[in-house]
């Protein structure tokens, strides 16, 4: 459903709006489901002792880069819509990968966005972005048969991978944290419910 979602708002709106991505529904995803787990929107300074919790998500989007690995910033995404969440994202990378990403674009981000989808990988452990609490990682869609009402069929799939520093996110709040996730991602009708 959530494919099928991108190609029509993309039909219908892409040649105005810009083209969307699964990952600016995923980033939609993430900030609804951080409203009801806040907990995994922190920081966690070790030394001091301090977490810090925030209500903004500023989303890192881990970003392959000729020179390694490099997180640039979505700032404050609870703030915009699908399009304008998808621009940043891109421009962010494409600012990474080019090497003209200033400082500010690559610190402060609050929770971490990561995909291995482009490089065929089903499941990940994801690292955490010290000093963040947590990571999610998406995986490849891939068609798969699951059974539904009792029958094989095809679906398009995609594993979700995830880490959670445990002295701030314990494990009933993660795996909970990733179930929200994953009923917006296979009920996308429930991104757009506020």
């Not at 529904?25 to 929107?41: M, S």
């Not at 209500?55 to 490099?70: K, N, P, R, S």
């Not at 610190?107 to 010290?130: D, E, K, Y």
């Given at each position: 459903?959530?494919e099928a979602l991108r190609a029509r708002l993309n039909e219908k709106w892409g040649s105005q709006r810009g ?18 787990f806040p907990q995994v929107n922190a920081r966690f300074d070790d030394e001091a002792g301090v977490l810090t ?62 995909s291995l989808g482009r490089l065929g990988g089903i499941m990940a452990t994801p690292v955490i972005n010290h ?64």
């Amino acid at each position: 459903e959530l494919e099928a979602l991108r190609a029509r708002l993309n039909e219908k709106w892409g040649s105005q709006r810009g083209h969307l991505t699964l990952l600016a529904l995923l980033v939609r995803a993430i900030v609804l489901a951080v409203r009801d787990f806040p907990q995994v929107n922190a920081r966690f300074d070790d030394e001091a002792g301090v977490l810090t919790q925030h209500a903004a998500v500023h989303l890192g989007i881990a970003t392959q880069t000729d020179g390694g690995l490099m997180v640039p910033v979505l700032r404050d995404a609870q703030a915009h819509d699908l399009w304008a969440n998808a621009a940043e994202v891109l421009r962010l990378a494409d600012a990474a990968r080019s090497g003209k990403a200033v400082r500010d674009e690559l610190s402060g981000s609050t929770i971490t966005l990561t995909s291995l989808g482009r490089l065929g990988g089903i499941m990940a452990t994801p690292v955490i972005n010290h000093p963040e609490v947590a990571i999610v990682g998406v995986n490849r869609s891939a068609l798969r048969p699951m059974i539904r009402d009792g029958a094989v069929v095809a679906r398009q799939m995609m594993n979700l991978s995830s880490s959670f520093d445990h002295r701030v996110v314990d494990g009933a709040i993660a795996a909970a944290f990733v179930q929200s996730l994953r009923g917006y991602l296979e009920q996308p009708a429930m991104l757009f419910v506020e």
